[in-house]
Antibody, heavy 120, light 109 residues
Framework: QVQLQQSGPGLVKPSQTLSLTCAIS??????????WNWIRQSPSRGLEWLGR?????????DYAVSVKSRIIVTPDTSKNQFSMQLSSVTPEDTAVYYC??????????WGQGTLVTVSS | QSVLTQPPSASGTPGQRVTISCSGS????????VNWYQQFPGTAPKLLIYGNDQRPSGVPDRFSGSKSGTSASLAISGLQSEDEADYYC??????????FGGGTKLTVL
């Protein structure tokens, strides 16, 4: 059974960098059939896909146009986890953040969600 | 505004069949497959349909998906009270990457 366990702060100051980690059990971040995603949800923006990392013959990333200049998603094969860094945050980045495994096109396993508030 | 358009609400009585629509464009639904998610308050979304019409293991066959052109639909037959939730469509967009619909709140009357 795949499980995704998120960790990271719930409060970030404006202009700082939001960092979250998703620890994987039951699968490998290096799986050639999966992609590892970050998605957020807020009342104002709904569900918003942010980015993903995946391994085929090499590591690749895809990022949403809306955050492409501010986001980095990185795998950590030694710890079997992946992380997201979102820089220069504003109150508009306040949301529940989810990590999720994508396989067969859809996200079939999700983390528990982390409410991140951007406030001074 | 979401790239994929869903009605904000839908309703039905127990036993009824309800459908939820998802409208997109040639750059997303018209060229790529559609997924559907179910979400209960305070919980993460759950994959309900992938690849337009495929059900993951464990999803009842009361749930079905279809796609035609730049639109997709989720149908729920034999509606049950526990189906009351928010439903989201999603698809890959050739420019914007993964996009979601705004969600449809299903009420079982």
């Amino acid at each position: 059974q795949v499980q995704l366990q998120q960790s990271g702060p719930g409060l970030v100051k404006p202009s700082q960098t939001l960092s979250l980690t998703c620890a994987i059990s039951g699968d490998s971040v290096s799986s050639k059939s999966a992609a590892w995603n970050w998605i957020r949800q807020s009342p104002s923006r709904g569900l918003e896909w942010l980015g993903r990392t995946y391994y085929r013959s090499k590591w690749s990333n895809d990022y949403a146009v809306s955050v492409k200049s501010r986001i980095i998603v990185t795998p950590d094969t030694s710890k079997n986890q992946f992380s997201m860094q979102l820089s220069s945050v504003t109150p508009e980045d306040t949301a529940v953040y989810y990590c999720a495994r994508q396989q067969l096109g859809g996200c079939d396993y999700w983390g528990q969600g982390t409410l991140v508030t951007v406030s001074s | 505004q979401s790239v994929l358009t869903q009605p904000p609400s839908a309703s039905g009585t127990p036993g009824q069949r309800v459908t939820i629509s998802c409208s997109g464009s040639n750059s997303n639904i018209g060229r790529n497959t559609v997924n559907w998610y179910q979400q209960f308050p305070g919980t993460a979304p759950k994959l309900l349909i992938y690849g337009n019409d495929q059900r993951p293991s464990g999803v009842p066959d009361r749930f079905s998906g279809s796609k035609s052109g730049t639109s997709a639909s989720l149908a729920i037959s034999g509606l049950q009270s526990e189906d009351e939730a928010d439903y989201y469509c999603a698809a890959w967009d050739d420019s914007l990457k993964e996009v979601f619909g705004g969600g449809t709140k299903l009420t079982v009357l």
